[in-house]
């Protein structure tokens, strides 16, 4: 039997130790250019194999998926996402209660990925057969999350323990078709036991908002939104609570989020040429950094599709998604999904810098201009991926203001050359803004996650460094006297005008061609720990960028195996041209502008008032 099925059946445990031995023992004995061939044929990054009493057809409606905790079994559909899941889980429950005429009311949680309902402790046991009787069949699972409080329990097990419980949790978990990816009890509906007494109920457990209520608070409906962020921005479906429970805690984040993505297609042969046009108008880039107009940056593995399903898995509360390409669309995506819009260089540049462009930093200089963008954004490049769900919290805070990671990478303190990577050269321009503008030094980059973002914050650095901004915008190729404008110059400038704190968040960077990536991957795949991580390529050979390529297909298919609502049922034959699709003209953005108050100058509009700069 082959290595590689052999550790695709084997427990963790030992997978880890061959893992470990591989990459500290094996590896450095290979020739470089020959290590990632060798991880990768070691290292499986795919789905485990179905042993042959498991084998599923096409058409098998459910099946058994390996877990840390044991086999379960789920029912397998081809797209699914946390909220659906979750949100199919408390139907099931609230139409079975209420079908019953059992009183119900739903309260908040700790924990945003699930959900829970309070019913009368008086009514245990006929709540507890309900939900026996619920999960019988279909592969529902009913457990225990808390048991009968310690004065009241005694020894029991099986149907008598959950009979004795003061919470128990039911869900229906889903899987994809090839079992990558279990959507299980963290998704589940918790059935909370409240007791009457005084004139009061109390629930055997703490929550958000209050554990002990009056006997006649008001009965209300609210939407899903008043119970917690993680759920679909479009889903206004109401449930029956108490009053107590619709009132917003200080915590809450109200306010519309957008993302934005910038994407490109390097493999389309009109973009290229339109690339190999721009070079010869550009002579100075190849007296520059080698990474100025690599093709690595251009390269396209399909990392947008799987960017975009993370982010409806895992971000189900953004409002929409903007693309901005160079006249490019992808093959898979659907242009006439509400949630997702494609914009073009044009829009955005309108009568400024100079297109086509092939600058990052360029694109950058020109984002906060997209038509309809919220006042609030994260800005992501297509290989940064959320690795769990996550809230809006871990990007902005309650007040509006933005988060930003510092790395532990520092910007290179020497003075800038025409030899630096653009990335240390554009960090260097930075500081000396920094610098200058406030007297402080910038010493530490910006990890390579999703970058949260305020329209108002740039454009005022845009109105602030005029001179700057608008030389990066001009130039085609990425420039030593560029700024990076979204991934770093607005984090520093945010926080020193008030308006960003620093953050923290779980994140691994991920370069391609390093022989350890595989090795990485399997440890994400395996534990699914991370709010983001980055799988990057910053310049590499042809042989070994086929090596990459299949890395990427082997990881993010497992990772992100359920299909998102932005990608057709049949794709195109090839990107497009986004004019052939939408042969209008576009709208070029214009940002509407008012005075700031104490200094005469124009202020962008947006949902927050600016403070006067210092």
């Not at 810098?353 to 694109?363: D, H």
Request: net charge positive; proline share 9%; charged share 25%.
């Amino acid at each position: 039997m082959p290595l590689r099925r052999i550790l695709r059946l084997a427990p963790w445990r030992v997978r880890k130790r061959i893992f470990t031995s591989v990459q500290d023992r094996l590896l450095p004995r290979v020739a470089a250019h020959r290590r990632l061939h060798v991880a990768r044929r070691i290292v499986p990054l795919s789905p485990p194999p179905r042993l042959p009493t498991m084998r599923v057809t096409p058409d098998t409606p459910s099946m058994r998926v390996r877990t840390g905790q044991g086999w379960i079994t789920a029912r397998r559909e081809r797209a699914a996402s946390p909220a659906s899941v979750r949100r199919d889980n408390l139907t099931r429950v609230t139409a079975a209660l209420t079908g019953a005429d059992v009183d119900w009311f739903r309260v908040p949680t700790r924990d945003v990925r699930r959900t829970a309902v309070a019913v009368p402790a008086a009514e245990r046991d006929r709540v507890v057969a309900l939900l026996e009787g619920l999960t019988a069949t279909g592969d529902g699972l009913l457990e225990v999350v808390a048991p009968a409080r310690r004065a009241e329990r005694r020894p029991h097990s099986g149907e008598r323990r959950r009979r004795g419980a003061d919470v128990l949790r039911v869900c229906w978990p889903v899987t994809d078709p090839t079992g990558s990816l279990l959507l299980g009890t963290d998704l589940g509906c918790e059935i909370e036991f409240w007791r009457e007494s005084d004139g009061h109920l109390t629930g055997p457990r703490d929550n958000p908002i209050a554990d002990v209520i009056k006997v006649d608070e008001p009965v209300t409906t609210a939407p899903e939104a008043a119970f917690g962020p993680f759920s679909a921005a479009s889903d206004h479906t109401r449930y029956r609570t108490r009053e107590v429970f619709t009132l917003a805690d200080p915590d809450r984040i109200s306010f519309p989020i957008d993302v934005v993505y910038t994407w490109v297609d390097g493999d389309d042969p009109a973009w290229r040429a339109r690339k190999a046009e721009a070079l010869r108008g550009n002579p100075w880039v190849t007296d520059v950094n080698g990474q100025t107009a690599n093709d690595s940056r251009y390269a396209c593995r399909d990392e947008l599709r799987y960017s975009l399903r993370a982010l409806h898995c895992f971000a189900p509360w953004v409002r929409h998604v903007f693309i901005v390409t160079d006249d490019q669309v992808p093959s898979w995506l659907d242009m006439d999904h509400p949630g997702i819009t494609v914009v073009d260089h044009r829009e955005i540049f309108g009568d400024t810098g100079r297109l086509p462009t092939f600058n990052s930093q360029a694109i950058e200089s020109r984002l906060h201009r997209i038509p309809g963008l919220s006042e609030h954004f994260l800005y992501l490049n297509d290989d940064v991926f959320l690795g769990r769900p996550v809230t809006p919290d871990l990007f902005f805070t309650p007040g509006g203001l933005t988060r930003f990671f510092p790395s532990s990478a520092q910007v290179d303190s020497g003075p800038r050359s025409s030899a630096d990577a653009p990335v240390n050269s554009a960090g260097k321009n930075n500081r000396r803004l920094i610098r200058e503008a406030f007297g402080r030094v910038l010493t530490r980059k910006m990890l390579h996650t999703p970058h949260p973002s305020r329209l108002s914050v740039l454009t005022e650095i845009e109105q602030r460094f005029a001179e700057y901004v608008t030389a990066t915008a001009e130039h085609q190729f990425r420039h030593p006297e560029d700024i990076a404008l979204l991934s770093s110059l607005q984090q520093y400038y945010a926080y020193l005008t008030g308006r960003a704190v620093p953050g923290e968040v779980r994140y691994r960077y991920a370069d391609l061609a390093d022989p350890a990536t595989p090795f990485k991957l399997a440890s994400l795949l395996r534990h699914r720990h991370l709010d983001a991580f980055c799988l990057n390529d910053t310049d590499s050979d042809p042989e070994v960028a086929a090596e990459q390529a299949g890395l990427v297909a082997d990881f993010l298919p497992a990772y992100l195996p359920f299909v998102s609502p932005y990608e057709l049922a049949e794709p195109r034959p090839a990107t497009v041209s986004l004019s052939r699709l939408h042969p209008a003209p576009p709208v070029v953005a214009r940002q509407a502008t008012r005075a700031v108050a104490g200094t005469g100058g124009p202020r962008p509009a947006g949902d927050v008032p600016l403070p006067s700069s210092p």
